[in-house]
């Protein structure tokens, strides 16, 4: 006779160490757990509101420089060290995780204008306004040696900024032309030029390392090749771009922090239309850097405030700005994709997350599985209204918040009237010009 | 249009060149007879010269000294301008002399050369280069469009992109630059050391190489012949093992066993015989199996063949047989060779003893009960009376058995599922009976025990019913079934004679099935108040079944009268047409119904629906707007009204709106007002990726969670869209990542290697250009 009775398979029920979750085991019958859309909804609301209240991206300000940072590098093998250049010809070396300098340079006479790191990581370069370019080990001198340049080049004109390349012992400088050095002669094996404004800004590519582009005072930005010893082609835009930076990722995407509020993201191989116009700040931008997996940048501007933009969307998804924070001159993204860091007017570097909300650390697989849940909810209940409302609030200084209300009105304005210029005229006389290629003056070949 | 043009003049200008490039000795001789004429300029020049040495610097105009029709300003005769010089004028003259064929040959030579291009000015040169660069850049650049888009639209991108290989280093690198330091290493190098084997180079030892240098080649082709016979061979014995295990006979299987056991025992005989030394090993060998055998479970039924073989006795007798032939192994293998003198009926108690505690009853049992019985039943009786209950039993066995064939036999009919469900009670019935029998060891208690088994039935008999309404099969076979139901019924005025016999027994319930009937004897009372409808109706169907009338009338006016305070309705009598269960179902339906009567009692649901959705239909009617003012061009006051006439004019008829959703559905109010509490959780406009609203609808309906989905969907499904690791640098991306070859020349090779200069095909390149 068989006698029945409730039996259970211990398997389905028994963990296999105390470390272990409890097993539940879960009836999946959808009658059973009803209300499945507006039990999400809550869910993601709930999620938006606590990512909301744990955005505190604010880490850390290091200071020490006694004048304005005018540019950062950042080491090309260690995380924790950040070089910085003053205006006051410093150069200081930082180490992130204990928060300190760890060594102070008097490397020029005037402006450190430029700073990068080799691409090993032993030593870097400075270019000041004592028409110098000198090279540094990164590591320190030893007990009785004297803090000197490895090499000096004393140049004719002044440098405005430097680029190492990104694989070979190469490097470009900037001024009124642009010219390529080889690290082990004093003259430039190479210098180019496309006419004669000062060029602020020179960058490698990342990804093919032989492509250059700069940017001018004369509103233009530049390509290069350095290989056929050429520029490419010459873009003009409405005003003067600051400073250019490639994407990591993506070989001929790169984007251009402009004085016009702006920033524009460039296929180098179609610069009559940029492929994205990047608005949200409200004075000039002075810098911009790729975050290291090429999705998203930030930029530092003149309106006491730095932005963080997705490569494929024209507003900012976050803005970071502090009370003490002045014009941010300078910015970089590290490259572990975690932080950003800003030198800024008032003498400070900080240190921000690039997620505000993001919980530092180690995270349980718990953890990491509910806010993996909570990011794909936000993400899939973002145009609801409520939830866009809460996910997009910010905090602006007041500057900044009426700078933003006074350019809508300006620029609503500026919409009107061309509209009623289209209007009331002949049609097909005033031609209608997308926002994408209103900026664009000119391509030169 | 402007570098065709610049073309041509180019061409013209070049044809001028090559005049003035003629060949010097030729012009020299063609100026021979312009000798005089040189002098004279000559001697002019001269004039000049010392008109410029008494300091003052006077220009004067050029004289003239021959006619000419026009003159030019800067000296020079225009005679023949605006025709073209053409080569083939020069050579007429030279035509006529022979003496001339060199120059005429350099001169044909010339006329038939192409004309070299003029160098274009730098900033064309530029353009050109910068042109060419670019396209050649874009071209390279273009090898990323795929790894870009691929990248764009991934699931999910894992940073850093390049996959970091542990690198491991062969140990003799490893070990190479290690050295022993601590002094247990050190021992341990010493030991190796001494034992020659190998630290650095772990591959072979001295005694290895050794040895690979030792053997010839013949010899090791030898010896590989061998091994492979050698795993032939053993191939062959395992295929055939294989073969061998697969017989399913066991008989078969029986027969080898035996014969291995005589071989066996044959060889210890003839050990016995030439070396006892050895067989006494043997003896010992086997003691020690005893003793394993003692220590261990093995051969007792508490594994799980045996088990299964215990549930499979009853029924099956070679199962049983199994189990006798484990039980007899184990004895033997438990029984000790050597049988001391002394303790010789002791040690046969206490193994009987150990025996009985061992192996369970159900086994001993199984082996006297031929008929093989529920080993839990059988188990009260065994416990106080085992060895009178087995001698008993064999004699007890065909009455039980024979009541079963009895009863089967007298209901001859179809076997049908209930057939079948019935049997098995009555198998209980027997079983329980037999238990029963054997405790009491009284010889008639036929009446009783049908009285036991008759609860049983009864139990089941519920079960049975619903059953039966489930399968709804035709009248006949449920004829059948029925016709079971009044034999038990017969029996049940005996339920009273139960009690007296559960005194009886001293024993507490033992199994899960008796204690399963004594919960149902409690509770009988209590379930035969339910189950007389069916039996109801089943006794108005069976008429002829008139003795068990008066009970069964009883109970149903016992069962009327609990339904009237529910229902309030009168019972009605069923024809016999109606089947059953559809009677049942509906009066089920009806309790529902009256039940939800009554539940609402005091509101008419109906009426306040229709009253409600009358207001909410005036409600959303628009409105008149009255406009009058009382008192406004006449007189006004308490008790007086505006005129009709005013009234009417002043009244705005309100338009009449559209027609109602819900005009035609009588059951439903449909409200027709935006609700803005909820709007403000609605999205307004089709967001930008998706182009239809049901593809927005269905990505919200499809739920992420895990409380929906498995925990393989969830993970699945709440991938990150980028992963990074933390602390770890991501580089940009290379072209070896993403399997391109990258330039093996380096960037500073090809810049120093390059120096900057205009091709010819740069040049054709422009040119195709400029023309398209």
Redesign the interface.
């Known amino acids: ?1 068989k ?3 409730l039996s259970r398979n211990p398997d389905n029920y028994v963990r296999d160490t105390k470390l272990d979750l409890q097993r539940v085991p879960r009836n ?1 019958d ?1 009658t059973l ?1 009803p209300f ?2 507006p ?3 809550v ?1 993601a609301l709930n999620a938006t509101k606590l990512e909301r209240v744990f955005a505190k991206p604010f880490l850390a300000s290091l200071d020490g420089h006694r004048d304005g940072v005018n540019c950062l590098a950042k080491h ?2 260690n ?1 924790a060290t950040v070089l910085s250049g003053a205006c006051d010809g410093e150069v200081r070396i930082w180490n992130l995780t204990q928060r300190n300098c760890i060594r102070t340079i008097q490397a020029h006479e005037g402006f450190v204008r430029g700073i990068c790191t080799r691409f090993c990581g032993t030593s870097f370069f400075t270019v000041g306004d004592d028409k110098t370019v000198k090279q540094w080990k990164m590591d320190g001198p030893g007990y009785g040696e004297e803090e000197e340049p490895l090499h000096t080049i004393l140049g004719k004109t002044v440098y405005t900024g430097i680029d190492h ?6 490097f470009a400088t900037c001024g009124q032309q642009v010219d ?1 050095w ?1 690290e082990q002669r004093t003259n430039p ?2 210098s180019m030029t496309w006419g004669f404004d000062s060029i602020s800004s020179v960058k490698f590519n ?6 250059l582009g700069s940017c001018a005072s004369d509103r233009n930005i530049v ?1 290069y ?9 010459k873009v003009i835009l409405d005003m003067r771009t600051n400073t250019i930076c490639w994407n ?6 790169f984007t251009a922090a402009n004085e016009d509020y702006n920033l524009y993201t460039f296929d ?2 179609a610069l009559d239309t940029p492929v994205m116009v990047h608005m949200d700040h409200v004075s000039a931008v002075l810098d911009v850097d790729y975050s ?4 998203e940048f930030v930029s530092a501007s003149f309106d006491k405030s730095i932005r963080i933009f997705p490569v494929d969307k024209s507003r900012s998804r976050e803005v970071y700005h502090t009370k003490r924070m002045q014009h941010v001159i300078c910015v970089k993204w590290t ?4 932080y950003i860091m800003c030198g800024s007017d008032e003498m400070n570097i900080r240190l921000w997350k690039a997620n505000a909300s993001e919980k530092l650390g ?1 995270l349980t697989s718990r953890e990491k ?1 509910a806010k ?2 909570n ?3 936000k993400e ?2 973002q ?4 939830i866009k409302r809460i996910a997009r609030h910010r905090h602006l200084p007041k500057s900044i918040y009426s700078q933003i209300q006074e350019q809508r009105i300006m620029k609503e304005a500026r919409r009107r009237k061309e509209v009623n210029r289209i209007k009331h005229s002949k049609p097909g006389s005033v031609p209608i010009v997308s926002e994408k290629k209103k900026h664009v003056v000119a391509v030169v ?1 | 249009m402007t570098a065709n043009r610049l073309a041509e003049s180019l061409l013209a200008l070049s044809q001028q060149e090559e005049l003035v490039d003629l060949p010097k000795d030729y012009l020299l001789s063609g100026s021979e007879d312009e000798g005089d004429n040189d002098g004279e300029r000559e001697h002019q020049k001269l004039l000049e010269a010392i008109s410029s040495l008494d300091g003052k610097n006077r220009r004067k105009l050029a004289e003239r000294s021959e006619a000419s029709l026009k003159v030019s300003e800067f000296n020079v005769s225009s005679e023949g301008s605006g025709e073209k010089l053409v080569l083939a004028d020069l050579l007429e003259p030279v035509k006529t002399s022979s003496s001339l064929a060199t120059v005429k040959k350099q001169l044909n030579r010339v006329k038939s050369k192409k004309t070299v291009e003029l160098p274009l000015n730098k900033e064309e040169i530029e353009r050109i280069h910068r042109e060419v660069a670019f396209n050649k850049t874009a071209k390279v650049l273009s090898k990323w469009d795929p790894v870009v888009l691929k990248n764009r639209q991934a699931e999910q991108l894992v940073f850093p992109l390049e996959k970091e290989e542990p690198a491991i280093a062969p140990i003799e690198h490893v070990l190479s630059g290690w050295k022993a330091r601590t002094p247990l290493e050190q021992e341990i190098f010493n030991l190796l050391h001494k034992n020659k084997q190998p630290v650095a180079d772990p591959l072979l030892t001295p005694v290895e190489k050794a040895s690979l240098q030792a053997m010839s080649l013949e010899e090791a082709k030898m010896r590989r012949a061998e091994l492979q016979r050698a795993r032939a061979l053993q191939s062959y014995y395992e295929a055939k093992a294989r073969r061998e295990k697969k017989i399913k006979s066991k008989k078969y299987h029986k027969v080898v066993k035996k014969g291995k056991a005589k071989k066996a025992l044959k060889e210890f005989e003839q050990l016995r015989k030439v070396n006892p030394a050895a067989a006494l090993e043997e003896l010992e060998k086997i003691e020690k199996a005893r003793m394993m055998e003692r220590m261990s479970l093995k051969h007792q039924n508490s594994g799980k063949w045996a088990k299964s073989k215990a549930i499979m006795a009853k029924y099956d007798l070679e199962a049983r047989q199994a189990m006798q032939e484990q039980l007899a192994k184990n004895k033997e293998l438990t029984q000790k060779l050597q049988v001391a003198s002394e303790s010789e009926e002791e040690e046969g108690g206490t193994e009987e003893k150990v025996e009985e505690l061992l192996v369970p009853d159900v086994v001993n049992e199984v082996q006297m009960n031929a008929d093989g019985p529920n080993p839990w039943m059988l188990r009260s009786c065994t416990s106080d009376t085992k060895e009178a209950a087995t001698q008993e039993d064999p004699e007890q066995l065909p009455e039980p058995e024979a009541h079963e064939v009895s009863e089967s036999e007298g209901e001859d009919r179809p076997v049908a599922e209930e057939e079948i469900l019935l049997r098995e009670f009555e198998e209980r019935r027997s079983l329980r009976k037999r238990s029963e029998l054997s405790q009491d060891a009284e010889p008639a208690g036929s009446q009783e025990t049908k009285d036991s088994s008759s609860q049983e039935v009864l139990s089941e008999l519920r079960v049975l019913s619903q059953k039966l309404k489930e399968n709804d099969q035709s009248r006949k076979q449920k004829a059948s079934s029925e016709g079971t139901i009044p034999q038990v019924q017969r029996e049940e005025p005996a339920t009273e004679e139960e009690e007296p016999l559960l005194l009886q027994r001293p024993e507490r319930v033992q199994t899960l099935e008796e204690l399963e009937e004594l919960g149902k004897e409690e509770c009988f009372q209590n379930k035969e108040l339910p189950r007389p409808v069916l039996e109801g109706q089943q006794s108005e169907r069976t008429p002829n079944n008139r003795p068990d009338a008066p009970k069964e009338k009883k109970k149903k006016e016992q069962m009327i009268d609990l339904q009237n305070l529910l229902t309030t309705q009168s019972p009605s009598v069923k024809s016999l047409a109606v089947p059953t269960i559809e009677e049942l179902e509906d009066e089920e339906e009806r309790n529902q119904r009256q039940m939800i009567k009554e539940a609402f009692a005091g509101d008419d649901v109906i009426r306040d629906f229709l009253k409600e959705k009358r207001e909410a239909v005036e409600a959303s009617k628009p409105k008149d707007v009255d406009l009058t003012l009382p008192g406004w061009g006449e007189w006004g006051g308490v008790g007086l009204k505006p005129s009709a006439k005013k009234r009417r004019r002043f009244l705005i008829k309100a338009p009449e709106g559209p027609p109602r959703k819900d005009k035609n559905l009588p059951n439903v109010i449909i409200n027709e007002k935006r609700n803005i509490h909820t709007a403000a959780h609605q999205v307004r406009v089709l967001p930008y990726p998706f182009t239809h609203h049901w593809q927005f609808e269905r990505t919200i309906q499809t739920p992420i969670g895990s409380t929906w989905n498995t925990q393989r969907a969830f993970q699945k499904l709440t991938t990150p869209k980028v992963v990074t690791k933390p602390g770890h640098i991501i580089n940009p991306i290379k072209a070896e990542d993403v399997g391109y070859r990258s330039s093996s020349r380096s960037d500073l090779s090809v810049i120093q290697r390059n120096p900057k200069r205009i091709t010819t095909r740069h040049k054709k390149q422009l040119k195709k250009s400029s023309v398209d």
Not at chain 1, 248 to 253: L, T
Not at chain 1, 292 to 295: A, E, I, R, V
């Open positions: 006779m006698v029945k009775m999946y959808p757990h499945e859309v039990r999400e909804y869910r090309p093998k995380l390349h990104w694989k070979e012992a190469v390529i080889d094996i190479c990342p990804v093919e390392t032989f492509l390509l090749d350095m290989r056929q010893a050429t520029p490419l082609k990591p990722m993506e070989a001929f995407i180098m191989r290291p997996t090429g999705k490259s572990d994709s975690k180690v599985a993996d849940y990011q794909k909810l899939k209940f145009h609801y209204p409520h070949k």
